[in-house]
């Protein structure tokens, strides 16, 4: 175990694999997650609940929409766009998980330059991938104030059942609010990496833990999760 | 799994040299494809909408897509086929608790729905 060597890289014996690995990890001392580190294992644990979050609001969605005797609003009229002389269904919906995919593959490189020490680009695909979950927010932003002016609010809408304001406002607020404070975190984390606080291992201001090039994979795993969310979103509430 | 890139540093503790011991560290080709693939799958799902397709086979499509999607993400983006079995269960293994409660919320609207269809017919 690396823990047990004095100068922590060492010659380290392999660790069993498969159950008899899980068995092992766990009924052993200090950590029972060997492959990542506490403040990953903690990102992971905290991501699990926040699973747990999206999954009581697509569920509750699911109970009103199938429990409910008025029609559905067709979110494939609802959310048109009237472009070049034509309504193409869901288009902006469309466009905006382009985008935030987009942003997905931005970070993955950006965790990848990080590890290499690549100071530049790991701060350009950081921006990157900020200026475009940004954009995502500015989008939906476009796509509350048109429904809004369209007569949708949580109590009723022009269309069928009253339920569909309150699943689209809760869902898509809640994914935005994790959006925005992702832009936020991510102008954080570049800004670290640019002034070479990883480098020297600066304390964080919040933790005070020393900075490590690890927490631009934190950061991407937080990223990665709300474009997860992203997919769930979309296929449950914009295309069923 | 060349992914355990190793890099003393003296200024750090040993936590710490642990800690960086478990860093991420894959070819960039690997998240292009990936990358390519979302897109594709991405439009794939759009596509579902767009050719109007209709009852269980959209929604098979649909669930098809997201599941392939959800799983390329976690997989090789959030780096979890390389992290060991201990942390994939953690991680895993809960939410089937969401599809127990999926299930049972399926059973308890589709007789609220039957409810208020045999005794609210005339307006309630």
């Known amino acids: 175990m690396g823990e047990t060597t004095l100068n922590g890289f060492g010659a380290k014996p392999a660790r069993p694999s498969g159950i008899r690995g899980v068995a092992t990890d766990w009924a052993s001392d200090q950590r029972a997650f060997k492959s990542a580190s506490w403040g990953k294992a903690m990102m992971w644990i905290f991501l699990l609940s926040d699973t747990f979050i999206f999954s009581c609001f697509l569920l509750a969605y699911m109970t009103a929409r199938s429990s409910t005797t008025v029609p559905w609003p067709n979110a494939s009229e609802v959310f048109a766009l009237h472009m070049f002389g034509a309504d193409i269904p869901l288009i902006l919906i469309a466009i905006m998980t382009f985008v935030l995919i987009s942003s997905s593959g931005t970070m993955a490189m950006a965790v990848n330059f990080a590890y290499r020490k690549n100071k530049g680009a790991t701060v350009a695909l950081l921006l990157a991938t900020a200026a475009l979950g940004a954009t995502f927010v500015g989008m939906q932003a476009f796509e509350w104030t048109k429904l809004i002016t369209e007569g949708v609010r949580p109590w009723g809408n022009p269309w069928g059942a009253p339920q569909f304001g309150a699943t689209f406002f809760m869902i898509t607020g809640f994914h935005g609010t994790h959006v925005s404070f992702g832009v936020l975190f991510l102008l954080i984390v570049a800004r670290k990496v640019w002034r070479g606080e990883y480098d020297r291992g600066d304390r964080g201001f919040f933790t005070s833990r020393p900075g490590d090039y690890e927490h631009v994979e934190t950061m991407g795993l937080y990223w990665h999760f709300v474009d997860l969310v992203w997919v769930f979103i979309f296929a449950f509430f914009y295309l069923w | ?124």
């Open chain 2, 1 to 124: 799994m060349a992914s355990h890139a190793e890099q003393p540093h003296r200024k750090y503790s040993q936590t710490a040299i642990a800690e960086h011991a478990e860093g991420q560290q894959h070819p960039i080709r690997i998240y292009l494809v990936v990358w390519f693939w979302l897109f594709v799958l991405s439009a794939c799902s759009y596509l579902v909408d767009y050719v109007g397709f209709e009852g269980y086979l959209r929604w098979s499509l649909i669930l098809t897509f997201m599941i392939l999607k959800a799983g390329l993400i976690v997989a090789v983006f959030m780096h979890m086929v390389w992290e060991r079995l201990a942390l994939v269960y953690a991680i895993l293994l809960p939410p089937i608790a969401v599809l127990v409660f999926v299930a049972i919320m399926a059973i308890e609207s589709d007789y609220t729905a039957l409810t208020r269809m045999t005794s609210f017919v005339g307006g309630g």
